[in-house]
């Protein structure tokens, strides 16, 4: 069983940034595929980025690319998702996502392929 510990939303303007973190109770942290998902009031959750176990593949939805960037403490537990240019569509609760898998560069952004979830934190952006 993996934990996942979503810390750094909050509270933003329209522009501002934000980084998020992700931190993961499994020591085995390097075997998982970790994602980035969001969800606001009303709506599916969507992907928003991904990581691969060895950090060099990364993919994101196209509405943040650009805009946000996510690695990995490759020598740590935890996972990162750095937003810039923050807009209000970006409202909303971001969830840390990990999936054990033997592929090293495989990036995942269905939300059904991923096994373990976080609490979810949330980030207003304001105009």
């Known amino acids: 069983q993996v934990h996942l510990a979503e810390s750094g939303g909050g509270l933003v303007q329209a522009g501002g940034s934000l980084k998020l973190s992700c931190a993961a109770s499994e020591r085995s942290f390097r075997e998982y595929a970790m994602g980035w998902f969001r969800q606001a009031p009303g709506r599916e959750r969507e992907f928003v980025a991904s990581i691969s176990r060895s950090g060099d593949s990364t993919a994101y939805a196209d509405n943040v690319k650009g805009r946000c960037t996510i690695s990995r403490d490759k020598a740590g537990n935890s996972v990162y998702l750095q937003m810039n240019s923050l807009k209000l569509d970006d409202t909303a609760t971001y969830y840390c996502?990990?999936?054990?898998?033997?592929?090293?560069?495989?990036?995942?952004?269905?939300?059904?392929?991923?096994?373990?979830w976080g609490q979810g934190t949330q980030v207003t952006v304001s105009s």
């Open positions: 996502a990990a999936r054990r898998t033997s592929i090293l560069e495989y990036t995942i952004s269905y939300p059904d392929s991923y096994e373990y």
